[in-house]
T-cell receptor, first 113, second 116 residues
């Protein structure tokens, strides 16, 4: 499986934008880029995903480099509730109900009030 | 969106006893579920893939006789930690792939197991 590389930790101020980077230089053409986050003492939750084009949803935006070797998760206005570990994951385009997720170490995001 | 629940949310048991954790998909059917374990300050580690009506597939290094998985219906998978020891104390999380073609996975809230 192609791997991702993320900074171990990041810190940001409340109500400011946050850009969380992810490198995936060995990504294949059949990989989707997924982001999940895990709040303290909870299971992970889906944030966003994309293939080639930038994506927006109510939680975040995903900016994907033209060569797809890196991506950035953007939280437009961080709140204290966004403090979590963010995981960047590659998943096969050809979805199967049995396709599993292998988590990397993720980025621990702290938000300063 | 789809919901996955776990029961119990936390459990304390004595060393040598067995503990069963349930994972349910509440509004969708899941032929496959996944079990993860997470130690403090660490990432999630995939333990096994639970397959409805057949044997689970365990990841390398996970003892199948210690972590018994049963997936008897399309909405329920159970993980039984047998002869638990203090080193089994961990946060156990289950998940299932949703119905979306792009494979969004839904995670349960986790079960905190403490073995005394």
């Amino acid at each position: 499986d192609a791997k991702t590389t993320q900074p171990n930790s990041m810190e940001s101020n409340e109500e400011e934008p946050v850009h969380l980077p992810c490198n995936h230089s060995t990504i294949s053409g059949t990989d989707y880029i997924h982001w999940y986050r895990q709040l303290p003492s909870q299971g992970p939750e889906y944030v966003i995903h994309g293939l080639t084009s930038n994506v927006n949803n109510r939680m975040a935006s995903l900016a994907i480099a033209e060569d797809r070797k890196s991506s950035t998760l953007i939280l437009h206005r961080a709140t204290l509730r966004d403090a979590a570990v963010y995981y960047c994951i590659l998943r096969l385009f050809l979805y199967s109900s049995a396709s599993k997720i292998i988590f990397g170490s993720g980025t621990r995001l702290s938000i300063r009030p | 969106g789809a919901v996955v629940s776990q029961h119990p949310s936390w459990v304390i048991c004595k060393s040598g006893t067995s503990v069963k954790i349930e994972c349910r998909s509440l509004d969708f059917q899941a032929t496959t579920m996944f079990w993860y374990r997470q130690f403090p300050k660490q990432s999630l580690m995939l333990m096994a893939t639970s397959n409805e009506g057949s044997k689970a597939t365990y990841e390398q290094g996970v003892e199948k006789d210690k972590f018994l998985i049963n997936h008897a219906s399309l909405t329920l998978s159970t993980l039984t930690v047998t002869s638990a020891h203090p080193e089994d104390s961990s946060f156990y999380i289950c998940s299932a792939n949703g119905l979306s073609a792009t494979g969004e996975q839904y995670f349960g809230p986790g079960t905190r197991l403490t073995v005394t």
